[in-house]
T-cell receptor
Framework: DVKVTQSSRYLVKRTGEKVFLECVQD?????MFWYRQDPGLGLRLIYF???????EKGDIPEGYSVSREKKERFSLILESASTNQTSMYLC????????????FGPGTRLTVT | QKEVEQNSGPLSVPEGAIASLNCTYS??????FFWYRQYSGKSPELIMS????GDKEDGRFTAQLNKASQYVSLLIRDSQPSDSATYLC??????????FGTGTRLTIIP
């Protein structure tokens, strides 16, 4: 079974703090993704990575950065957290196989106060 | 803009009946299609993948794909209260990413 884990299920941070969200997958997947999910807005892609040290912006990259130093690990960084970044953050991974089935981690519910 | 559209619902179905969820997509390039189930407060879980026209069955779930009409559907037979969730449709438009619909909320009424 594919397993994607995220560092925290719930996180509370203050405005202006630097926030790190970590994601680890154990299936040797090439592709990794960070989404945020908000009521009524669905899943929105923040960044994705198709290889170590490679990244591409998604639909809403502003205020975020990412790091992928190892194949199994993909980190999302909020440089200076703001209240409008309060959301559910979801990590996913997929194989580079043409089908691109994505498997999600459990999610991190981030609250910025 | 390549899109995946779903009726947001809510869709209410009596227990034991067939629940039918529909999804349309905008681009004929799409090769692979997925259905995810998401319980409230949880992450999406992949339940079906379909790549060719026709039906694909897995237990109580059947995915149907019609590429000419650009729609994909999910049928849930013998619906159970545990099937109450939001169902997300997703399509791959020829690259590494998936485009997700906004989801249909399904409620099974005991």
């Amino acid at each position: 079974d594919v397993k994607v884990t995220q560092s925290s299920r719930y996180l509370v941070k203050r405005t202006g703090e630097k926030v790190f969200l970590e994601c680890v997958q154990d299936m040797d997947h090439e592709n990794m993704f960070w989404y945020r999910q908000d009521p009524g807005l669905g899943l929105r892609l923040i960044y994705f990575s198709y290889d170590v040290k490679m990244k591409e912006k998604g639909d809403i990259p502003e205020g975020y950065s990412v790091s992928r130093e190892k194949k199994e690990r993909f980190s999302l960084i909020l440089e200076s957290a703001s209240t409008n970044q309060t959301s559910m953050y979801l990590c996913a991974s997929s194989l580079w196989d043409g089908a691109y089935e994505q498997y999600f981690g459990p999610g991190t519910r981030l609250t910025v106060t | 803009q390549k899109e995946v559209e779903q009726n947001s619902g809510p869709l209410s179905v009596p227990e034991g009946a067939i629940a039918s969820l529909n999804c349309t997509y905008s681009d004929r390039v799409s090769q692979s299609f997925f259905w995810y189930r998401q319980y409230s407060g949880k992450s999406p879980e992949l339940i079906m993948s379909i790549y060719s026209n026709g039906d694909k069955e897995d237990g109580r779930f059947t995915a149907q794909l019609n590429k000419a009409s650009q729609y994909v559907s999910l049928l849930i037979r013998d619906s159970q209260p545990s099937d109450s969730a939001t169902y997300l449709c997703a399509a791959n438009f020829g690259n590494e990413k998936l485009t997700f619909g906004t989801g249909t909320r399904l409620t099974i009424i005991p």
